[in-house]
């Protein structure tokens, strides 16, 4: 292998596949990048074996070839070198040499014929979305995702149903759902993405479409110059339905930023994990009040639509600031029956996206 190529795109590319590449494996060689060189273009290769990623990039390829290089060291020293173009040359014993600017640098790799066959699209059923949709969904539900990757339901459940699209999240905690309708009719679509693969799909470009077919082991995501490749999840996501739809008696309106930002300075008193704050709801006005011994008192003053008599409803604070950070609108809208029962938020208005209303939900239990 030789050739020449640009460096800031060649750390633009490997830079999504970084969040892919196992760091912690037994397996020393999912350490590694694989780099093949062929015609007029450098494809880079990685895989924990659950997830894979593939891009392909112009480069000037003098000799093809395959070599396998550490990822975290080989983005490191892309980052941090002068040059504009980066020169790779393969020499024996799985071993390249890298030129940029005044610098040069061996780096040792191992047998590229030792590398994971990461599995390419064959014949599977297609459909296109706008990514920037996709990637609005993504958005809209990955924080909601449970931390435990040994969760039945470690990802988010993509549902494609006539011309509506959505996504939907739980960690058994809280929910988060996002839907709107789109101009192509899909028919139904309905399967689970894993959590890494939503962190790796949001990274992906601005614009275009985004090709995903799935196939019985393996969901293909295709754009532009990029593939990803995640394991199918096996399991049904848990009906959601009358979670979303119930009728609630009581509704309050608050400014978002103000919110979140009284959010963010409570949460900076509180020392315990679950950072429990009361909400004092009515006659016009939000307190948000915590008091604790050990770490102090805060109180937050906000103006809010709700005229009623004053009711008492206790959040995970941390729970209602990771939904407001999800959003850019002005108000959002608080539903609930009493103070055990579910709460509904949503954004006032929706979520303008590509000339359309997106409905996005969440739905939190008050913290006992």
């Given at each position: 292998?030789?050739?020449?190529?640009?460096?800031?795109?060649?750390?633009?590319?490997?830079?999504?596949?970084?969040?892919?590449?196992?760091?912690?494996?037994?397996?020393?060689?999912?350490?590694?990048?694989?780099?093949?060189?062929?015609?007029?273009?450098?494809?880079?290769?990685?895989?924990?074996?659950?997830?894979?990623?593939?891009?392909?990039?112009?480069?000037?390829?003098?000799?093809?070839?395959?070599?396998?290089?550490?990822?975290?060291?080989?983005?490191?020293?892309?980052?941090?070198?002068?040059?504009?173009?980066?020169?790779?040359?393969?020499?024996?014993?799985?071993?390249?040499?890298?030129?940029?600017?005044?610098?040069?640098?061996?780096?040792?790799?191992?047998?590229?014929?030792?590398?994971?066959?990461?599995?390419?699209?064959?014949?599977?059923?297609?459909?296109?979305?706008?990514?920037?949709?996709?990637?609005?969904?993504?958005?809209?539900?990955?924080?909601?995702?449970?931390?435990?990757?040994?969760?039945?339901?470690?990802?988010?459940?993509?549902?494609?149903?006539?011309?509506?699209?959505?996504?939907?999240?739980?960690?058994?905690?809280?929910?988060?759902?996002?839907?709107?309708?789109?101009?192509?009719?899909?028919?139904?679509?309905?399967?689970?993405?894993?959590?890494?693969?939503?962190?790796?799909?949001?990274?992906?470009?601005?614009g275009g479409d985004l090709e995903i077919l799935k196939g019985v082991n393996n969901i293909f995501f295709i754009?532009?110059?990029?593939?990803?490749?995640?394991?199918?999840?096996?399991?049904?996501?848990?009906?959601?339905?009358?979670?979303?739809?119930?009728?609630?008696?009581?509704?309050?309106?608050?400014?978002?930023?103000?919110?979140?930002?009284?959010?963010?300075?409570?949460?900076?008193?509180?020392?315990?994990?679950?950072?429990?704050?009361?909400?004092?709801?009515?006659?016009?006005?939000?307190?948000?009040?915590?008091?604790?011994?050990?770490?102090?008192?805060?109180?937050?003053?906000?103006?809010?639509?709700?005229?009623?008599?004053?009711?008492?409803?206790?959040?995970?604070?941390?729970?209602?600031?990771?939904?407001?950070?999800?959003?850019?609108?002005?108000?959002?809208?608080?539903?609930?029956?009493?103070?055990?029962?579910?709460?509904?938020?949503?954004?006032?208005?929706?979520?303008?996206?590509?000339?359309?209303?997106?409905?996005?939900?969440?739905?939190?239990?008050?913290?006992?």
């Amino acid at each position: 292998m030789r050739l020449k190529i640009r460096r800031s795109l060649l750390v633009k590319e490997v830079s999504l596949l970084e969040g892919i590449v196992e760091k912690r494996s037994t397996m020393p060689i999912l350490n590694y990048l694989l780099l093949k060189a062929q015609g007029d273009s450098l494809e880079i290769q990685g895989t924990d074996l659950e997830l894979g990623g593939i891009v392909k990039i112009e480069a000037q390829v003098e000799e093809g070839g395959a070599v396998t290089v550490e990822s975290s060291k080989f983005l490191s020293l892309m980052k941090d070198m002068d040059g504009e173009f980066v020169e790779i040359v393969e020499e024996e014993d799985s071993k390249i040499e890298i030129r940029c600017g005044k610098s040069n640098y061996t780096l040792f790799g191992l047998s590229p014929d030792n590398y994971p066959t990461i599995p390419l699209p064959q014949n599977e059923e297609k459909i296109v979305v706008d990514i920037d949709i996709f990637k609005s969904l993504i958005k809209a539900v990955r924080f909601s995702i449970s931390e435990d990757q040994y969760k039945d339901v470690n990802g988010a459940d993509f549902i494609a149903e006539g011309n509506t699209l959505s996504m939907v999240s739980t960690d058994y905690s809280r929910l988060s759902y996002m839907k709107g309708n789109v101009e192509k009719n899909y028919g139904h679509v309905d399967f689970l993405i894993h959590k890494k693969a939503l962190s790796e799909l949001s990274k992906m470009g601005d614009g275009g479409d985004l090709e995903i077919l799935k196939g019985v082991n393996n969901i293909f995501f295709i754009n532009k110059n990029k593939i990803l490749i995640s394991r199918v999840i096996e399991g049904k996501f848990p009906d959601f339905g009358d979670y979303i739809h119930q009728s609630k008696e009581k509704k309050i309106v608050f400014k978002r930023e103000e919110m979140l930002k009284a959010l963010k300075r409570i949460c900076n008193i509180i020392t315990s994990r679950v950072k429990v704050v009361l909400f004092e709801i009515g006659k016009g006005n939000i307190l948000l009040n915590y008091e604790s011994a050990e770490s102090g008192i805060g109180k937050e003053n906000l103006e809010c639509s709700f005229m009623e008599e004053i009711f008492r409803v206790t959040f995970n604070a941390v729970y209602v600031k990771e939904f407001l950070e999800t959003l850019s609108c002005e108000e959002v809208a608080m539903e609930l029956n009493d103070e055990k029962s579910s709460v509904r938020f949503s954004p006032v208005g929706g979520i303008p996206l590509k000339e359309r209303v997106f409905d996005s939900f969440y739905i939190i239990m008050p913290y006992e």
